[in-house]
């Protein structure tokens, strides 16, 4: 197969079920089942086409696996254990050659290293919906704190230093 749409007679759900069953090591097969039904339980329902792993649905599927629990390390090493079946469709001819993966690898690097070993607390995500439910309401309170949390947040996680050596217009 030479045809890189998300409409190949495989679905990448398929396809990455007979790449995992082909895998010789039992123990990396099991690696990469792990990471696949990570990412299964994260997607949501529906077809799962080669252009479900762009770079904002990764990035989406890592954040959602710290916000369950998972340490930085665990996302990591899913994310490149889903690469690597990804990459298998790709030298197959049947998905594109992409740079999502690595991008995503690259931004999880980037993160504090205190998030390494140490899952998220269940409640965090929730505390931190909460905060921007309240934050963005009509009734909120114009407060510096709060949008620079709130910006920091949205820019993708800026660290103090970057917020210092932001530049208003």
């Known amino acids: 197969m030479t045809e890189h749409s998300s409409d190949t007679s495989i679905s990448a759900r398929d396809y990455f079920r007979v790449k995992i069953d082909e895998t010789p090591n039992k123990a990396t097969a099991r690696s990469l089942s792990q990471a696949f039904t990570a990412f299964?339980?994260?997607?949501?329902?529906?077809?799962?086409?080669?252009?479900?792993?762009?770079?904002?649905?990764?990035?989406?599927w890592t954040a959602?696996?710290?916000?369950?629990?998972?340490?930085?390390?665990?996302?990591?090493?899913?994310?490149k254990n889903l690469s690597a079946l990804y990459g298998r469709a790709v030298a197959?001819?049947?998905?594109?050659?992409?740079?999502?993966?690595?991008?995503?690898?690259?931004?999880?690097?980037?993160?504090?290293e205190a998030m390494?070993?140490?899952?998220?607390?269940?409640?965090?995500f929730s505390?931190?919906?909460?905060?921007?439910?309240?934050?963005?309401?009509?009734?909120?309170?114009?407060?510096?704190?709060?949008?620079?949390?709130?910006?920091a947040i949205l820019a993708g996680g800026l660290d103090f230093d970057a917020i210092a050596a932001t530049l208003k217009d």
Request: charged content about 15%; hydrophobic content about 40%; cysteine-free.
């Open 116 to 124: 390494s070993d140490t899952p998220a607390d269940a409640d965090t």
């Open 64 to 79: 959602w696996l710290l916000s369950e629990g998972y340490t930085l390390k665990t996302a990591a090493y899913y994310l």
């Open 127 to 151: 505390r931190l919906q909460t905060f921007v439910r309240q934050a963005t309401s009509a009734a909120a309170q114009p407060a510096l704190a709060t949008d620079i949390v709130l910006y």
């Open 92 to 112: 197959d001819g049947i998905a594109a050659p992409a740079t999502a993966f690595a991008d995503v690898r690259t931004r999880l690097k980037s993160l504090p």
């Open 40 to 60: 299964t339980a994260w997607y949501p329902a529906g077809s799962l086409g080669f252009t479900s792993f762009s770079e904002d649905n990764l990035r989406q």
